[in-house]
């Protein structure tokens, strides 16, 4: 299908969602995740109205990069290496993956801006999984006091892939107490407006628990 149709289909599911939970769905961003796709196909999202894409890999990012440049808002999606901070940093608009202090440490050394990271929260037991323990969230954030070039936009997570709902909301549960305990801080670094959690099996969902920004790729772009 093309592009635009899938969007029409996620368009649906996401206004559905917004009227359960009595929210505004121009609150909500769509993240077309295109690591799998061609630039082409990349190309034809940003035609379809799309104005955010996310990459999980350094190369990913900077070879979409050389062909579209700032055209779309980039958000680093996947798991950062330390050593990878100085390929991607003048690239990008978000960092969807802070889970560690090497690694804001390296992201305020080699930035040149102010970057919106999202710090990245386990909710899943799946070893596949990275992140912050819940626990360990609140700490993290207030060590990050003083990285000028760090702002806390919000937090990420990845629900299991499961059909069983009150999982799925028990994750996503966790990580909205999580952000409204942060925002009661008044941190100034550290706004914690965005909530980055659900992909194409669960954002419909999520949308419903507080999420800001939905991660969607094979939904609206194909494997």
């Not at 626990?135 to 299991?160: C, D, Y």
């Not at 009661?184 to 920004?213: K, Q, R, V, W």
Request: charged share 30%; proline share 3%; with cysteine.
């Amino acid at each position: 299908m093309q592009v635009t149709d899938n969007l029409t289909l996620i368009n649906e599911q996401l206004n559905e969602a917004c009227k359960k939970a009595n929210r505004d769905p121009n609150e909500i961003t769509i993240i077309a995740v295109t690591k799998y796709v061609t630039i082409e196909r990349a190309k034809e999202a940003i035609d379809a109205g799309i104005m955010d894409l996310g990459e999980n890999r350094e190369e990913g990012i900077s070879a979409k990069w050389e062909v579209l440049q700032d055209k779309p808002r980039w958000h680093f999606i996947g798991s950062l290496q330390t050593r990878k901070v100085k390929n991607i940093i003048d690239k990008v608009d978000y960092i969807h993956s802070l889970d560690r202090l090497s690694l804001a440490t390296e992201i305020n050394k080699r930035a040149h801006r102010t970057i919106n990271c999202f710090i990245q929260v386990k909710t899943s037991e799946e070893e596949s999984k990275h992140g912050l323990d819940p626990e360990e969230v609140i700490p993290f954030v207030k060590e990050l006091q003083g990285f000028s070039n760090i702002r806390v936009a919000g937090l990420m997570t990845m629900a299991p892939y499961t059909k069983d709902e009150n999982i799925l909301r028990n994750c996503f549960r966790t990580v909205k107490k999580l952000q409204d305990s942060i925002q009661e801080l008044h941190l100034d670094y550290a706004p914690c407006h965005e909530l980055s959690m659900g992909m194409s099996n669960d954002f419909a969902i999520a949308i419903e628990e507080g999420a800001t920004m939905v991660r969607i790729g094979t939904a609206l772009v194909g494997e």
